[in-house]
């Protein structure tokens, strides 16, 4: 079975200053991760995905996560916030490469991270 | 058309009704996904297809829930005797699957289901 766990229903930032969005994750087999964007009346949006090729991700719109097994996270960050980041953010686990073929099905969803900027 | 279109985007419905949700994915894509997205949760898994057959449909919540995918384009989520708990926002997603674990997958808006 696996799960992942987003810490904070609700994160506030100023525009500018970090942005930090925490995500743990249980998994009995090594796991794929994702983060999703979700903006208001639009679809699941792609941030990155964490296929075991490396433990830093590199995402659109300059976010990025980092794979750490010792402490089963996956957290998100953002060096500056802008505006246009407010939106809602899922963290997700599928089966990893010795289950998978592909990475992408079965995805569980952690409760979302909403994000508000504050100018 | 570009990306996953669903229809309808708004769906309200009696209780005990049947309703059908359809899915169009991205052409040539041959893996199709539906999730249930209740409020204030994140996306449930409910069923994946690769072409024609469903090949992981264990998130279906009962037998009242079915769907199908023909001609391994188009998808109909199919819900008989709805009820209240039904109500959600149902998500269609599409792939392209290949070799590589390198693919997204590309969800749709949604069909928002209210039963009343």
């Known amino acids: 079975a696996q799960s992942v766990t987003q810490l904070g229903s609700h994160v506030s930032v100023s525009e500018g200053a970090l942005v930090l969005l925490r995500c743990n994750y249980s998994?009995?087999?090594?796991?794929?991760l994702f983060w999703y964007v979700q903006y208001p009346n639009q679809g699941l949006q792609l941030l990155l995905k964490?296929?075991?090729?490396?433990?830093l991700v590199k995402g659109i719109n300059g976010f990025e996560a980092e794979f750490k097994k010792s402490e089963t996270s996956f957290h998100l960050t953002k060096p500056s916030a802008h505006m246009s980041d407010a939106a809602e953010y899922f963290c997700?686990?599928?089966?990893?490469?010795?289950?998978?073929?592909?990475?992408?099905?079965?995805?569980?969803f952690g409760t979302g991270t909403r994000l508000t900027i504050i100018p | 058309g570009a990306g996953v279109s669903q229809t309808p985007s708004n769906k309200v419905t009696e209780k005990g009704k049947y309703v059908e949700l359809r899915c169009d994915p991205i052409?040539?894509?041959?893996?199709l996904y539906w999730y249930r997205q209740s409020l204030g949760q994140g996306p449930e898994f409910l069923i994946y297809?690769?072409?024609?057959?469903?090949?992981?449909d264990s998130g279906l919540p009962n037998d009242r829930f079915f769907a199908v995918r023909p001609e391994g384009s188009v998808s109909t989520l199919k819900i008989q005797r709805t009820e209240r708990g039904d109500s959600a926002v149902y998500l269609c997603?599409?792939?392209?699957?290949?070799?590589?674990?390198?693919?997204?997958?590309?969800f749709g808006q949604g069909t928002r289901l209210t039963v009343v």
């Open positions: 997603a599409s792939s392209l699957q290949g070799a590589s674990s390198n693919t997204e997958a590309f």
């Open positions: 998994s009995s087999v090594p796991p794929y």
């Open positions: 964490y296929t075991s090729a490396a433990t």
């Open positions: 997700a686990v599928s089966p990893g490469p010795l289950i998978s073929n592909f990475g992408n099905e079965k995805l569980t």
């Open positions: 052409s040539g894509h041959t893996a």
């Open positions: 297809f690769q072409g024609t057959g469903a090949a992981d």
